[in-house]
């Protein structure tokens, strides 16, 4: 029985939404991830919540760095492999990790372990922001319709 009201919300009545804005060529790194929109569901207006669920296998996203977002992940469940321009750490349940916006250092996890992993992961909604993907020819470009994916030298996909 759910006998939670708003501001309170059970986790377990959002519906997750998996798939991909991606360009297509992209998508298949991501397939397997599933996204419950806590924050949205919540009436949040500043910042975004989700709740991430990565099969074995996935990623959650390609690597990347924001421009004007920070971010930040906490590990709920499972192992997942934090992957920076550093090198690659391991993060376990209870651990958590910040990405400062404009830090030219992309960032992605990956789920290496067997079983699915699951992590919070919290962003502002900062206006104009854009994403660099190091990794790959790859850019969201900020425009009045919103953000939209470019090659790198501008061409939209």
Excluded: C
Excluded at 123 to 140: F, K, M, N, S, W
């Amino acid at each position: 029985m759910n006998d939670k009201r708003l501001p309170v919300l059970d986790p377990g009545v959002v519906e997750g939404v998996t798939g991909s804005n991606y360009p297509e060529r992209f998508k298949s790194a991501v397939a397997g991830r599933s996204k419950k929109k806590l924050g949205d569901a919540l009436g949040l207006k500043n910042f975004g919540v989700n709740l991430t669920t990565l099969k074995p296998g996935v990623w959650s996203a390609l690597r990347h760095w924001h421009t004007h977002q920070d971010e930040f992940i906490y590990i709920v469940s499972g192992k997942l492999v934090l992957v920076t321009g550093e090198g690659e750490q391991e993060l376990t349940p209870g651990m958590m990790a910040g990405f400062p916006a404009g830090k030219a250092d992309g960032h992605h996890l990956i789920n290496r372990g067997k079983t699915d992993a699951v992590y919070l992961e919290v962003g502002d909604r900062t206006a104009g922001d854009e994403v660099d993907y190091p990794d790959d020819d790859l850019a969201a470009r900020a425009t009045p319709e919103g953000r939209r994916f470019t090659h790198k030298d501008g061409t939209p996909y």
